[in-house]
């Protein structure tokens, strides 16, 4: 008896229609970090 | 939440892509001074004419600021935009008819150069009228002197070229912001703006206080 296959799982998109504060709050904390991390890459700036 | 009426401030200006610039930098500066910006853009209810959401919003803010460096001729229809200076004589006239608390209005009348008004709006000669020459650190400057001078002694803000430099900092930010958070740099509504930049404004604050 041939066995029955299992329906794929859809799973829910990681972006919410609904963002929370503190989920806003943890994206730009992101964001300053990638920046500190440009800046501290950056050459330093010569005359 | 109950907002108070001495820290809204209406905001009248153009709302096409050309101001967005502008604009973005209007609501950064008013958040950045502690207040809240109000404009026609904040609800989008069919059910309330426009002239009724304008006159409650004015209403319920204590100060304005009016950008009439946009009263042109418009290059398709040759005529030139009221919406501002109509926006304007109707919080003129809030605070001089109205009564209680809409005595306490004030407003900051901010123009491309200084005295082009008097071609068109002379009704508004003995105002102090300020000019920002096109430049959004300018306006930035502009506004935050004179909201400063609307705040209780014990306030202290940081200098326009500071706030400037702040909200060059969050237009490099924003569009990775914008990605993180599925929304669209180009395409987010005022109240979108107004959510991101508050929220921008209070985790620099507390990055800048541990750094310190």
């Known amino acids: 008896m041939p066995t029955k296959k299992r329906?794929?799982?859809?799973?829910?998109?990681?972006?919410?229609?609904?963002?929370?504060?503190?989920?806003?709050?943890?994206?730009?904390?992101?964001?300053?970090?990638?920046?500190?991390?440009?800046?501290?890459?950056?050459?330093?700036?010569?005359? | 939440m109950r907002r108070a009426y001495t820290d809204q401030v209406f905001i009248n200006c153009p709302f096409d892509e050309r101001y967005r610039p502008m604009f973005q930098a209007l609501i950064f500066v008013v958040h950045a001074c502690g207040m809240t910006p109000r404009t026609a853009l904040e609800v989008e209810n069919g059910a309330e004419a426009r002239i009724e959401k304008l006159a409650r919003i004015i209403g319920e803010c204590c100060h304005s600021i009016h950008d009439i460096s946009r009263v042109e001729l418009d290059d398709e229809s040759g005529l030139p935009r009221m919406n501002m200076p109509f926006e304007l004589g109707l919080f003129l006239g809030a605070q001089r008819f109205g009564e209680g608390r809409q005595k306490k209005k004030t407003c900051i009348i901010i123009d491309r150069e200084r005295y082009r008004y008097q071609k068109f709006l002379s009704d508004i000669a003995g105002q102090d009228i300020r000019a920002h020459h096109g430049s959004a650190a300018e306006l930035i400057r502009v506004v935050r002197n004179a909201l400063a001078t609307t705040l209780p002694p014990e306030v202290l803000l940081h200098s326009g070229a500071t706030m400037a430099g702040r909200y060059a900092r969050f237009l490099e930010d924003l569009p990775r912001l914008c990605g993180l958070l599925g929304m669209d740099p180009l395409d987010h509504g005022h109240r979108d703006l107004a959510v991101l930049i508050a929220q921008w404004l209070e985790v620099e604050a507390g990055e800048w206080a541990r750094a310190a």
Do not use: D, H, Y
């Open chain 1, 7 to 47: 329906p794929p799982t859809i799973k829910p998109s990681p972006l919410k229609s609904n963002l929370k504060a503190s989920e806003v709050r943890k994206a730009i904390l992101a964001v300053f970090a990638a920046r500190a991390a440009r800046e501290r890459q950056a050459p330093p700036r010569t005359r």
